[in-house]
């Protein structure tokens, strides 16, 4: 295709492009020759006339321009994109060894700004998150049918972010056949039913593929280094992903806390999937040992507390709670919210146990969030160990010169005795 324009940015605002990042916001834009429309190809330039990228023009949006490429030699066309997408279901191969469940195209880490594509066994969700993949959207869906020899897609295109970018929400099938309710996918030996059509993102948590894996590890070291079985707490369980990973590996009882209904209903029926009895949910009422698995609907801020009312004591604990903060503006209030939660959790984990704490606010980096865990573990009045940073998995990849993309942080620590 040929460039709709040619975009002159202010003087001083082409060093992130030299550092190829890949977006221009608008306040950097100095002209614009052309009249691009929403999704065309544009070149980008200096305020001194060189050459910087090839992007797509998202008129609506705060981010103006996306990056696809940095090379003036390359043609942006469909078969650039086609390569894109073929190089990107080319380097998860392998990783579908223990998994069903795999993210095929992550964004601007495949060079696709704005495109997610996950497989869940043989059926595709996308979405469609910013202007230039919009306007490439059936090129694009050929090439993913071809590259990964799925011939179901279904459209997750109604998050927030379209919103952001003056897009309309799209949701529904756009090749081959209506997946069903719920597609049940295998991850290292767990099933889990997944609900493409009104799941959070495309219908799972695919990220916390290789951190789900970690608990049952823990799980296993635990009963090998203590001679029994620990008592696992999940909080923001959804539907079950940690619970299921810790119940499987012999953890003797698994209290999960989340406050969707919809959520746990979905987490039960995971467990029944994987041969587990749930014990019945009440709050009052805590799991005597070897109680098994529980699901307790309720807002983790108050359980955290009435669970330390009640005595309740775990050894190994999960947090990963929604995005806290949305955007820079809500960092703070975020920042007390981990806090509060990495407080109380380690409030009720007894010694020689583990935390595993996430963060998937990109608007909070690594360290922000490191010395938030930290000043959790001083008011706790406890000392932990950081045993390893925790991420998302390599179908998440994180490009060196787009830090969002690294919006997934963990910290695994252990309580000293
Ligand atoms: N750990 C999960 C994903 C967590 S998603 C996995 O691996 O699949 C975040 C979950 O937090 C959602 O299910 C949401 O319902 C729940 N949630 C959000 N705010 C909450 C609160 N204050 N108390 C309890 N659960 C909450």
Redesign the pocket.
């Known amino acids: 295709m040929t460039a709709a324009g040619s975009v002159f940015l202010k003087p001083g605002k082409e060093r992130s492009l030299l550092r190829r990042h890949p977006w221009v916001y608008a306040g950097a834009i100095a002209q614009v020759r052309g009249a691009p429309a929403g999704g065309d190809l544009v070149a980008v330039h200096a305020a001194d006339k060189r050459f910087l990228a090839w992007a797509a023009w998202s008129p609506d949006s705060t981010i103006r321009l996306r990056c696809w490429s940095f090379r003036e030699a390359d043609r942006i066309d469909e078969a650039w994109l086609a390569d894109r997408i073929g190089a990107a279901v080319a380097r998860r191969r392998g990783l579908d060894e223990g998994t069903d469940a795999v993210r095929l195209v992550y964004a601007e880490a495949d060079f696709l700004p704005g495109l997610i594509a996950d497989r869940y066994g043989d059926q595709l969700v996308v979405q469609m998150q910013a202007a230039g993949v919009e306007r490439h959207r059936e090129a694009l869906l050929d090439a993913l049918c071809h590259a990964s020899g799925c011939g179901n897609v279904f459209d997750r295109s109604d998050g927030a972010l379209r919103a952001r970018e003056g897009l309309p929400g799209t949701s529904g099938v756009l090749r081959g056949e209506a997946p069903p309710d719920v597609i049940e996918v295998r991850e290292h030996g767990v099933r889990f039913g997944v609900e493409v059509r009104r799941g959070?993102k495309t219908g799972?948590?695919i990220d916390?593929r290789d951190n789900?894996r970690r608990i049952a590890d823990l799980v296993r070291a635990f009963r090998a280094r203590h001679g029994r079985a620990p008592r696992v707490l999940?909080?923001?369980?959804?539907?079950?992903?940690?619970s299921l990973a810790a119940a499987l590996a012999g953890a003797e009882t698994v209290v999960s806390?989340?406050?969707?209904a919809d959520?746990l209903a979905l987490a039960r029926a995971n467990a029944e999937r994987n041969g587990i009895v749930s014990t019945p949910a009440s709050a009052a009422h805590p799991p005597a040992a070897g109680g098994g698995v529980q699901w307790r609907c309720?807002?983790?801020?108050e359980?955290l507390r009435a669970m330390r009312a009640r005595g309740e004591r775990f050894d190994l604990i999960?947090l990963?709670?929604?995005k806290f903060a949305a955007n820079h503006h809500q960092v703070d209030r975020a920042a007390r919210a981990y806090k509060d939660i990495n407080l109380n959790g380690l409030r009720l984990l007894d010694p020689g146990g583990h935390l595993l704490t996430f963060s998937c606010s990109g608007a909070i980096d690594a360290d922000l969030f490191q010395k938030i865990v930290a000043g959790a573990v001083i008011d706790a009045d406890v000392e932990c160990d950081l045993r390893a940073r925790l991420a998302a998995g390599s179908d998440h990849p994180i490009r060196m010169t787009h830090p969002e993309s690294e919006y997934l942080k963990g910290l695994w620590l252990e309580r000293g005795d």
Request: with cysteine; charged share 20%.
């Open positions: 959070h799972f948590y916390q789900r999940n909080c923001f369980c959804y539907t079950g992903g940690f806390v989340d406050s969707s959520a309720a807002d983790v801020f359980e999960v990963d709670p929604p």
